[in-house]
């Protein structure tokens, strides 16, 4: 059986009074016990965010790591070593954002990938299609490609200790969601996928949904089979709102 997990993606939003009030909110909720729940401030606001939720159950992951693990001479970068020191037990990797504006490839994604996990890090690998792609047919092809090409480089194990989370960039931050059939038809594929390599390691790995997740949707989503939580973008700046898709998680 899966632990649902639940994870705020703020990714380029706050200023420390606004992070401090989120927090104050997300700590005043009643979240349920069968659910693992994450935020991913900007690496800005780590320390804080970390000592605020400190005896809390939420853990705290970043957007964005270096592809080298260990310190050096790498300006403007942070070593996924310095996130795990700072607090962080997760990071993204390869969320469509970066794939798309930042131009990071997969080869540099699995190394990114294999960083974070040699430091001690949960990588969230975030993969997903554009619109053209879908509207061409290729959504398979292309999520399929995308994983695997860290199968490749690093092997299905690598997979024992990580988060997929399935991210249709034509829904993300657009208000068009996947529907659960839509959804659920990716993930499945996702999960058969890895089943070629080791099917005790496809059952085990958990696959979010990822765009334009609200609480009014989420509970259809996360009622799908193969569907095992969310990575939530907007709805995750509000501490109600994201609370209230913990829950539906949870149920
Ligand atoms: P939205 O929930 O704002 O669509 O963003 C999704 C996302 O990109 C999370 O990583």
């Known amino acids: 059986m899966r632990r649902p997990m639940v994870a705020g993606n703020w990714k380029m939003h706050g200023t ?15 979240l349920p016990n069968g659910v693992d729940v994450a935020v991913f401030p900007s690496n800005l606001h780590i320390s804080l965010v970390v000592d605020c939720l400190e005896g809390q159950s939420i853990a705290v992951g970043a957007q964005n790591s270096a592809h080298e693990a260990g310190q050096g001479a790498l300006t403007g970068e942070i070593s996924p070593t310095q996130l795990a020191d700072a607090g962080c ?29 040699e430091s001690g890090l949960t990588p ?30 690093l092997g299905i194990d ?12 034509w829904a993300i931050g657009t208000g068009l969601t996947a529907s659960p059939e839509q959804a659920q038809e990716v993930h499945a594929a996702i999960r058969a996928q890895l089943a070629e390599e080791n099917s005790e390691v496809a059952q085990g790995v958990r696959l979010l949904y990822g765009g334009s997740v609200k609480a009014a949707n989420a509970v259809e989503l996360f009622g799908m089979p193969d569907i095992d939580g969310g990575l939530i973008g907007g709805a995750s700046l509000n501490a109600d709102e994201f609370g209230a898709i913990v829950r539906a998680a949870g149920n």
């Open 16 to 30: 420390r009074a606004s992070v401090a009030e989120l927090i104050e909110g997300l700590a005043n909720l009643a």
């Open 124 to 153: 969230v690998l975030c993969i997903g299609e554009t619109l053209e792609q879908r509207q061409a047919g290729k959504t398979l092809e292309v999520v399929g490609q995308q994983l695997d090409s860290i199968i490749e480089e």
């Open 158 to 169: 690598a997979f024992v200790n990580a988060v997929i989370a399935y991210e249709p960039v």
């Open 89 to 117: 037990r997760l990071v993204l990797v390869g969320h469509s954002e970066r794939r798309q504006i930042m131009g990071e490839s997969n080869k540099v994604l699995s190394r990114k990938f294999a960083a974070a996990q």
